[in-house]
Nanobody
């Protein structure tokens, strides 16, 4: 079992940057692929990015490619989402998610396949 706690959200102007962090409990963090999802008011939760268990493989939503970067530090049990050139449409609650897998290339975007979720952190981008 792993517990996830997000931090780093806040209010930023369009064009600005934020870095989200997700700290995981437990000793098996390196066996989890880690993803970020987001949910805007009135919209369904959507995939943002995922990183494989060892950090070698990454997958991004088209809407964030070139602006967001996902990374992980297995020694610190933490996954990050660096968000640059933020847009008002990036405003949402951002959730960290974990999928335990023995497939080292696993980077799927289907939220239903993730086993564990954090409580979320609010990101608001003003125009």
């Amino acid at each position: 079992q792993v517990q996830l706690v997000e931090s780093g959200g806040g209010l930023v102007q369009a064009g600005g940057s934020l870095r989200l962090s997700c700290a995981a409990s437990g000793r098996t963090f390196s066996s989890y692929a880690m993803g970020w999802f987001r949910q805007a008011p009135g919209k369904e939760r959507e995939f943002v990015a995922v990183v494989s268990v060892n950090g070698d493989f990454k997958n991004y939503a088209d809407s964030v490619k070139g602006r967001f970067t996902i990374s992980r530090d297995n020694a610190k049990n933490t996954v990050y989402l660096q968000m640059n050139t933020l847009k008002p449409e990036d405003t949402a609650v951002y959730y960290c998610a974990a999928k335990q897998t023995w497939t080292w290339t696993w980077t799927e975007s289907d939220a239903a396949k993730y086993n564990h979720w954090g409580q979320g952190t609010q990101v608001t981008v003003s125009s």
